[in-house]
């Protein structure tokens, strides 16, 4: 990415070394730009970019991604507007069938299709419990909650006790602080189960 046909590189490997008519394999000597010459006949160390060997069908010449050496192949012409982002299309020439969250596929990062994965941001979500990610959002929720029935449970029982030092004897009264006072307990541990589960299962999955 240089601009600079270098040693090791060529025109299959490089785009340094793109800007020959034609271009041999790997192993072929000369590597790179060689055998312009047209006699139609499809020879060895000829590629699909060379006019004795068009790919059939009216099928596009490219490099294959899937081989390690990127020897040009033939693929089937690219239909754009089919949802299939094919060979031949990429997030510039097709942005219908090869959407991508940031396309440049000039990028060396980038994927056979000119997607740039690496550079998309983590999702953030925006509210009053700031956090990263939902998985985060959700905690900081049950935190939320958890740290108010701390604040909340000892009013409750205060009550409960007023409720039960002021019966005199009512039972309707001493009935209302046991109810106050047993509900509040549940409660705590109710949300104290539901934060211990949550730790116990970032242990689990080895979460931090």
Do not use: Q, R
Request: hydrophobic share 40%; charged share 15%; net charge negative.
């Amino acid at each position: 990415g240089n601009d600079i046909c270098e040693v090791g590189e060529d025109c299959l490997t490089c785009v340094d070394c793109a800007v020959c008519p034609y271009c041999n394999p790997p192993g072929v000597t000369p590597e790179g730009c060689g055998l312009p010459g047209a006699n139609g006949i499809c020879e060895w160390g000829e590629t699909c970019l060379h006019p004795d060997c068009p790919c059939p069908g009216g099928g596009v010449c490219l490099k294959d991604p899937g081989n390690p050496l990127f020897f040009l192949s033939c693929f089937s012409a690219a239909v754009c507007g089919n949802d299939n982002c094919e060979a031949g299309e990429d997030c510039l020439i097709c942005p219908a069938d090869c959407i991508c969250a940031d396309c440049d596929p000039a990028d060396p990062a980038a994927d056979a299709y000119g997607c740039v994965f690496s550079t998309i941001a983590t999702t953030s979500i925006t509210s009053t419990i700031n956090a990263a990610n939902f998985g985060e959002f959700v905690e900081n929720i049950i935190n939320f909650i958890f740290y108010f029935a701390l604040a909340f449970v000892p009013i409750l029982l205060i009550i409960a006790g007023f409720y039960f030092t002021t019966a005199g004897g009512d039972v309707s009264k001493i009935t209302t602080a046991k109810n106050i006072a047993g509900w509040t307990i549940a409660g705590m541990l109710t949300v104290l189960f539901a934060k211990g589960i949550i730790e116990v299962i970032k242990s689990i999955l080895e979460v931090a």
